[in-house]
């Protein structure tokens, strides 16, 4: 039985819109972000949670266009440079080219954020003084609380964790919650926190507040950038125009001025 022209014509024309619909999505090319722990932008993303800062940032650049689909692919602090070198990501997120990629082939991409690393101690030792500024101002027989892995301006940027435990009696671990902790306990002098993170903390925590002294003196800006792989799928000037995108549409307000992470100027914008 032979088809009538307008069935075979309607047939077509299904053909045609199915193709149209599937062709923007096979199209899309997959941008793999490494996601390692350093809250608040990502936390803990080996455990499949999709909290922080990062997967906020992620969502909002997937629904600004469909030529990209950013996906997050966990990694932690140490490993990021080898999986970066390897291929198993495109792209590094929240970092800055100080802190260790000097001799990794990569673009930077200026994302006009900004944060702070600070210092925090518990603000009266019982039996002692109440602490004022100047007790950050040398840090010489402190015992130190540091996140493991991070790169610290007071150190010239040096995360090795013997050369940080011998040089500056630090103690490294994976959460700014447990230095923080130390410091209130008398078990650290002065942990150094993330400043969008103590807010955060003080937030979570509202009864510590007035027991930690939090430094006017600052170890670094932390001034974000996106570092790229040179053979990533997306280029280093298509990047920077999406989070100009994000800018203009007030997505990165939404997202990271409630920890007070600043949105900058981007020079040449």
């Given at each position: 039985m032979m088809s009538s022209p307008i069935r075979t014509a309607s047939r077509l024309l299904l053909a045609a819109l199915v193709a149209l619909w599937v062709l923007p999505s096979q199209a899309a090319q997959l941008v793999r972000i490494g996601a390692a722990h350093f809250p608040p932008y990502t936390v803990r993303p080996e455990s499949g949670a999709d909290t922080g800062l990062l997967p906020q940032l992620v969502e909002a650049l997937n629904a600004l266009q469909n030529d990209y689909q950013f996906v997050l692919v966990p990694t932690s602090i140490p490993r990021r440079f080898g999986d970066f070198k390897q291929g198993r990501i495109d792209m590094a997120i929240f970092e800055n080219p100080a802190w260790g990629w000097k001799d990794i082939p990569h673009i930077d991409v200026d994302m006009g954020l900004e944060d702070a690393e600070i210092f925090v101690a518990q603000r009266q030792r019982e039996g002692h003084a109440v602490r004022q500024q100047d007790y950050f101002a040398d840090l010489t027989g402190k015992r130190l609380a540091l996140?493991?892995?991070?790169?610290?301006?007071?150190?010239?940027?040096n995360?090795?964790?013997?050369?940080?435990?011998?040089?500056?009696?630090?103690?490294?671990?994976?959460?700014?919650?447990?230095?923080?902790?130390?410091?209130?306990?008398?078990?650290?002098?002065?942990?150094?926190?993330?400043?969008?993170?103590?807010n955060d903390y003080f937030l979570r925590n509202l009864n510590v507040a007035n027991e930690l002294l939090v430094s006017e003196r600052i170890?670094?800006?932390?001034?974000?950038?996106?570092?790229l792989r040179p053979a990533a799928p997306i280029s280093g000037e298509a990047f920077g125009k999406l989070l100009q995108g994000l800018r203009d549409n007030g997505q990165m307000l939404k997202i990271f001025e409630p920890y007070k992470i600043a949105v900058v100027p981007v020079p040449g914008s």
């Open positions: 996140f493991s892995g991070y790169h610290y301006e007071f150190a010239n940027f995360a090795e964790a013997q050369y940080l435990a011998k040089n500056y009696n630090a103690t490294l671990t994976y959460s700014h919650d447990s230095n923080l902790l130390m410091v209130l306990r008398g078990r650290a002098d002065i942990a150094l926190v993330t400043r969008s993170y103590l170890d670094q800006i932390y001034h974000h950038y996106a570092i």
